[in-house]
């Protein structure tokens, strides 16, 4: 198994790259002083200002309209998991999935994603990037997997660097479907037992962190386990040098987390909103970001997560979250949450009137 | 004019009061194992987990189903705005007002909450209860008024007994039609420049605070303006020993607060939630809450503010925001902007599956 690209899968990631616009600046200046005329005290919508001024950016409009949302799950199994640096056995990778897809009285799903993007009218697709059992067919769910499950990180490559192109390619594919299909709002999300150890790594890799202030307890560990989890990051890291993105992301990643760095890559290439939450989608924008600076403009960071190093990622791409509601489920749950926030910041600069249109004294 | 209610006035807030429920306890109780249950690891929904039990607690059912909701706007003018304790002049209350109202292109209503409000599908519904201006009739305003403004509180009682419960009458009123036209969600919202300085005074005497430990820059004044009006604040207490908490409403009162008091006293009785964001709104709270202690559980707080006082009212009340997105406008934003969140943490709770249902392995 060979880290290094194809020629033909280098070429394509670099005119991938290449081909990402900046986020518009004219369009963030009108924005910034149409938010100061706005008929209220200036600054008093607080963060639904910056948000709203951030949004103008992306989608290139002092009067930003975005509406659709649509939350990719990617989901695949991870050959760490064998390590035991998890609360739950890998089979519940391929269980959380299904609940994604399972009819109930409510509709499809009965997963908390399920449940919220429901109320928050967001789309939910779910990626087979490796889930380690054959899962049925379902009109939301797409196949895309090469293997079921990574190669152990700790011993050796998780994947192959052809493999790793393969899913950011899928992930790509599933971001632009999704906004073919009218998502302003894409939502990069994750099902994986044994994911934020590969995702620690990562981090630890890409900021030059020590594995003890990256790693946490995902799931619910306790003290023991965190011990092992740590030393099994730190094994991994010694074992390779990899400094390349893609080269990271095949040594040390998950298939899930390919797939979601290509559904940055591509939102951003299109120019909508990725909305960023969770330790693992974090990891995801950190690969995003080396393969393309200009990706980091086109994130929106919703909620501060509990898992130790999310702070040091987020300070690393310069995003403040919105919010700390303590969430750590992944699914896409805290992005998903964020919609209508997102939503209505986007509003008040919309169609808030100004004082002058309102005839309203200002002193 | 006289503090002292009529017995008539005494005889309907005795029977308000004493006719609210506590909320459901069983309900919480079957929403706190059903959490338990659900298919994700226990507690990693966060603050939705704390807020579903709460809503499940106050609408009596262990799979809440809250949708509608409506945004209340009481506005007035306060006498003691004369004594310069704003950044605005007392004029930009009617044409606040007036923004909720006037038509735009994106439907009815330029201001902050009308943008909100549309976004997160929540009605909004404006209460002139003294403002001083002839507002124009219009389908969204009720007026409720008894006078264009209270007396400067600084120098003697803002308003008699009679015209505070009048107020609360006015409240109550519009908050039963808010629910009776389907509002699950009530939010009490105010608009009235001077307001903070009532609501200062409000909870000083509530809390037994100082004034300088609950008076804050309101729309943003500088440090000298925050200087007189502490010592407008200090000078209304020491003016009047008022404790009983409609004779403090009076005192100290602004009538758009007596009609945020009537409005959760309703919504308590009706067994609907409260959604409480703001200085003002918490005042108000603090004085039902002294009328009818039951009212107490039907509060959902949302946002922390930034106004001096906000966390002693909230801490008093044993109330924990749900996150601090900067806001201090008024007029409903924080509230209206939680709905969508809200809903979705009865989402969860009402439609996710349990472990047993998915045949999800938990070890």
Redesign the interface.
Known sequence: MTLALSDQDRAWLDELAASIYLVNGLARQRAEERQQT???????????ETISVRLAAILGSERPAPDGATVIVAAADHGVSADGVS???A??TA??T??LL?P????TG???I???A???RADVVVLDCGVNAELPDHPQLRKVAVRRGTDNLRVGPAMSGTEAVAMIRAGADAARAAIAGGADFVVPAEIGIGNTTAAAVITARALDRHPADVTGRG??IDDAVLDHKIAVVAEALARADAEDPVEVLAEFGGFEIAAMVGMMLATADEQRVIVLDGFVEAAAALIAVSIAPAVNDYLVATGRCAERGHGAQLADLGLRP????????GEG?GG??AI??L??A???L????TFA???????
């Open positions: 706005l008929i209220k005290p200036p600054g008093s919508l607080g963060e639904l609360a739950f056995p089979a519940v269980a959380m299904q609940g399972a109930t009285a409510a509709g009965g997963a908390a399920s449940a919220i429901r109320s928050v799931t619910g919105l919010w700390d509601l303590g969430l750590r489920l749950t998903a949450l209508p926030v939503r209505a986007a509003a008040t919309r169609e808030m009137q249109e309102a005839g309203v004294p200002t002193e």
